[in-house]
């Protein structure tokens, strides 16, 4: 049974920081792709940032490259997804997903889309005064 533990949301003000953290387990793969997708109130899933498991190859989204970038302890099988200059658009529901690789790369767009084999169960970002 796959399983996930995620922790770190809460609230922010504009300019913050914050740092989420995801450990999965119970799935098997050669290789897959584990990071956060999110989910802002009436508007659909996208990907934010995910890391490949065989050589830590990052992907992200542009709105936050440079904000956010995605770190993992392998021997805690945790990711994290470490978030500063944190901005009102920001605010959403992230959820940590697992992709099964199953092929080449076929672009970036892909990657971040919600086709993802595993989910958590999210954790709340707000950023607001």
């Known amino acids: 049974q796959v399983q996930f533990v995620e922790s770190g949301g809460g609230l922010v003000q504009p300019g913050g920081s914050l740092r989420l953290s995801c450990a999965a387990s119970?799935?098997?793969?050669?290789?897959?792709?584990i990071g956060w997708w999110r989910q802002a109130p009436g508007k659909v899933r996208e990907g934010v940032g995910i890391?490949?498991?065989?050589?830590?190859?990052?992907y992200y989204t542009d709105s936050v490259k440079g904000r956010f970038a995605i770190s993992r302890d392998s021997a805690k099988n945790t990711v994290y997804l470490h978030m500063i200059n944190l901005e009102p658009e920001d605010t959403a529901k992230y959820y940590c997903?697992?992709?099964?690789?199953?092929?080449?790369?076929?672009?970036?767009?892909?990657?971040?889309?919600?086709?993802?084999?595993?989910w958590g169960e999210g954790t709340l970002v707000t950023v607001s005064l």
């Open positions: 997903g697992v992709r099964i690789r199953r092929g080449p790369v076929v672009s970036v767009a892909h990657l971040l889309s919600p086709r993802v084999d595993y």
């Open positions: 119970g799935f098997t793969a050669e290789d897959y792709y």
């Open positions: 890391i490949r498991n065989s050589d830590g190859l990052k």
